[in-house]
């Protein structure tokens, strides 16, 4: 049974940073694409990041690049998505979700997703 466990959302004033994190089991972890998604109320859920099972393919939404960084640690089973300059249209709910197509120009979800986590920007 596959299990993704988000963590790390919070309140945060705009400008400041938070780092997300992503412990899966139940697979093997650097064999998978990883992904970061989101939801806002009343909006679509999108693709935030993603990084590719060999860390060498990676993909950002074009509002995100250059403030966001997605990693992982394949030895702790672990993706993390560190987040500075947050802007109050960051807020959110997080979704990490394994397994994902990752392929540079876009990515796409899988079955398997966390629970989420709230993070909350205020300006």
């Known amino acids: 049974q596959v299990q993704v466990v988000e963590s790390g959302g919070g309140l945060v004033q705009a400008g400041g940073s938070l780092r997300l994190s992503c412990t899966v089991s139940?697979?093997?972890?650097?064999?998978?694409?990883m992904g970061w998604f989101r939801q806002a109320p009343g909006k679509e859920r999108e693709g935030v990041s993603c990084l590719s099972w060999s860390g060498i393919s990676t993909y950002y939404a074009d509002s995100v690049k250059g403030r966001f960084t997605i990693f992982r640690d394949n030895a702790k089973n672990t993706l993390y998505l560190q987040m500075n300059s947050l802007k109050p249209e960051d807020t959110a709910m997080y979704y990490c979700s394994a397994g994902v197509g990752c392929f540079g120009a876009k990515m796409s979800p899988s079955k398997y997703w966390g629970q989420g986590t709230q993070v909350t920007v205020s300006s």
């Open positions: 139940g697979l093997t972890f650097a064999d998978v694409a």
